[in-house]
C-alpha cells in the first residue's frame, strides 16, 4: 500500500489527468497527496529563494490544484462506495489528506530530490503520439530515471478508462521489482495481471551458432518464473503470459493498449549513469498513451545530481 503519493502539478488546465489519477489511488490506498509545484530557477535568478511574486503565483496554483484534488478525491470516493463490496458493508474510503508545497530549483532535479519522501511520484506527460511533440515526454524520462522512488506517468489524455495490469520481464533483477509492483496493483484492483516478455523467438546474428529456439526458450523461461512469483504474492490473482514476437517496447505498447497500467522495471544506476534510463522504458515513455509505472525499490540511498529537464 501507498502512505504518500506526490503529484507534481503545473496549474494547466489540460493537465489535470495525472491528479485525477493520483487522486483515485489515494482514495483506494488511504494515501496522502502530496501536491508540488516547482518555481523553475532562471540562470539570473537568486540561487538561495525565489521573488515574492513568484511564490504568491505559486501559491495560487496550489490553492487552485488543491480545490481540483479535493473534487476527484470526492468523485472517487463516491465510486469506491458504489463498489459491490462496499455496498455489501465494505469499509468506507475516508477523506484523504491533501497537503500542498512550493519547490525552488530546476524542474527536473527538484522533483527527484523531493521524491526521497513519497511512496510514489506521479507526473503528467503529453501522448508520443501527439503530433509535434516528438520531445514532449523527456521531462517525464529523465524523472522517472532519477528519482528515488516508483515513478507514474500519466498521459494528459487519460480519462479514467482501461482495465487490467501489463507488466514487461525480461528476467533481469528489474523484473522482479516490476512484477511485484504490478502483481499488487493487479490484486489490489481486482484485475488481471498479464505478464508480457517481447523479443524474438531467433537471434538473427546467431544464426547457425545456436538452436534457433533457445531465444524463445528462455523467454518462456522467464514468463513462466514470473507468473510464478506473482501467484505465489496473490494466489488469487488471474494470470495471463505472452511472448509478443516484436522489439520489446512496441510489444508493451501493443499489449498495453485499452489496459489501465503498464508496468516496467528500471536498472538501479548510480552516478552519472542514473541519468539514462533503459531503453525499453525510455522508447514507452516518449510514446505513452496508457498510465506507466516505473517500478523501483523505494527510497534508493542514491544521490540525485543534475537537471533532469
Same mark, same amino acid.
Given at each position: 500500500?501507498? #502512505?504518500?503519493?506526490?503529484? +507534481?502539478?503545473?496549474? #494547466?488546465?489540460?493537465?489535470?489527468?495525472?491528479?485525477?489519477?493520483?487522486?483515485? /489511488?489515494?482514495?483506494?490506498?488511504?494515501? &496522502?497527496?502530496?501536491?508540488?509545484?516547482?518555481?523553475?530557477?532562471?540562470?539570473?535568478? *537568486?540561487?538561495?529563494?525565489?521573488?515574492?511574486?513568484? $511564490?504568491?503565483?505559486? #501559491?495560487?496554483?496550489?490553492?487552485?490544484?488543491?480545490?481540483?484534488?479535493?473534487?476527484?478525491?470526492?468523485?472517487?470516493?463516491?465510486?469506491?462506495?458504489? !463498489?459491490?463490496?462496499?455496498?455489501?458493508?465494505?469499509?468506507?474510503?475516508?477523506?484523504?489528506?491533501?497537503?500542498?508545497?512550493?519547490?525552488?530549483? &530546476? $524542474?527536473?532535479?527538484?522533483?527527484?530530490? +523531493?521524491?526521497?519522501? @513519497?511512496?510514489?511520484?506521479?507526473?503528467?506527460?503529453?501522448?508520443?503520439?501527439?503530433?509535434?511533440?516528438?520531445?514532449?515526454?523527456?521531462?517525464?524520462?529523465?524523472?522517472?530515471?532519477?528519482?528515488?522512488? =516508483? $515513478?507514474?506517468?500519466?498521459?494528459?489524455?487519460?480519462?479514467?478508462?482501461?482495465?487490467?495490469?501489463?507488466?514487461?520481464?525480461?528476467?533481469?533483477?528489474?523484473?522482479?521489482?516490476?512484477?511485484?509492483?504490478?502483481?499488487?496493483?493487479?490484486? +489490489?484492483?481486482?484485475?488481471?495481471? #498479464?505478464?508480457?516478455?517481447?523479443?524474438?523467438?531467433?537471434?538473427?546474428?546467431? +544464426?547457425?551458432?545456436?538452436?534457433?529456439?533457445? $531465444?524463445?526458450?528462455?523467454?518462456? /523461461?522467464?514468463?513462466?518464473? @514470473?507468473? &510464478? *512469483?506473482?501467484?505465489?504474492?496473490?494466489?488469487?490473482?488471474?494470470?495471463?503470459?505472452?511472448?509478443?514476437?516484436?522489439?520489446?517496447?512496441?510489444?508493451?505498447?501493443?499489449?498495453?493498449?485499452?489496459?489501465?497500467? !503498464?508496468?516496467?522495471?528500471?536498472?538501479?544506476?548510480?552516478?552519472?549513469?542514473?541519468?539514462?534510463?533503459?531503453?525499453?522504458?525510455?522508447?514507452?515513455?516518449?510514446?505513452?498513451?496508457? =498510465?506507466?509505472?516505473?517500478?523501483? =525499490? /523505494?527510497?534508493?540511498?542514491?544521490?540525485?545530481?543534475?537537471?533532469? /529537464?
Amino acid at each position: 500500500m501507498t #502512505d504518500t503519493i506526490m503529484v +507534481a502539478v503545473d496549474g #494547466d488546465p489540460e493537465h489535470r489527468a495525472a491528479l485525477s489519477w493520483a487522486a483515485r /489511488r489515494a482514495v483506494r490506498d488511504r494515501a &496522502r497527496l502530496d501536491l508540488v509545484y516547482v518555481i523553475e530557477r532562471s540562470w539570473g535568478d *537568486s540561487p538561495e529563494q525565489p521573488e515574492p511574486r513568484l $511564490v504568491a503565483a505559486a #501559491d495560487s496554483v496550489l490553492t487552485e490544484q488543491r480545490r481540483i484534488a479535493s473534487y476527484h478525491v470526492g468523485v472517487w470516493s463516491e465510486h469506491a462506495r458504489s !463498489l459491490p463490496a462496499a455496498r455489501s458493508g465494505g469499509p468506507t474510503p475516508p477523506a484523504v489528506e491533501i497537503s500542498m508545497r512550493h519547490l525552488y530549483g &530546476r $524542474v527536473g532535479s527538484e522533483l527527484a530530490s +523531493a521524491s526521497y519522501e @513519497a511512496d510514489l511520484l506521479v507526473v503528467g506527460s503529453h501522448s508520443g503520439v501527439e503530433p509535434g511533440r516528438p520531445f514532449a515526454s523527456s521531462l517525464a524520462v529523465r524523472v522517472a530515471a532519477t528519482a528515488l522512488c =516508483p $515513478v507514474a506517468v500519466i498521459p494528459h489524455t487519460w480519462n479514467g478508462e482501461g482495465e487490467g495490469v501489463v507488466v514487461g520481464v525480461d528476467g533481469g533483477p528489474a523484473s522482479e521489482v516490476a512484477v511485484a509492483f504490478a502483481a499488487d496493483e493487479a490484486a +489490489a484492483n481486482g484485475d488481471r495481471l #498479464d505478464i508480457v516478455c517481447a523479443g524474438y523467438a531467433a537471434n538473427p546474428l546467431l +544464426a547457425g551458432f545456436v538452436p534457433e529456439l533457445s $531465444v524463445g526458450d528462455r523467454r518462456q /523461461r522467464v514468463v513462466e518464473d @514470473a507468473a &510464478r *512469483s506473482a501467484g505465489e504474492m496473490h494466489p488469487e490473482l488471474s494470470i495471463r503470459t505472452t511472448l509478443p514476437e516484436t522489439s520489446p517496447s512496441r510489444g508493451l505498447i501493443e499489449a498495453a493498449e485499452g489496459s489501465g497500467l !503498464l508496468v516496467v522495471g528500471t536498472h538501479n544506476r548510480h552516478g552519472v549513469k542514473r541519468l539514462m534510463l533503459g531503453s525499453v522504458s525510455h522508447d514507452i515513455l516518449l510514446n505513452v498513451q496508457t =498510465p506507466v509505472v516505473v517500478a523501483r =525499490p /523505494r527510497r534508493e540511498a542514491v544521490s540525485v545530481s543534475g537537471d533532469a /529537464r
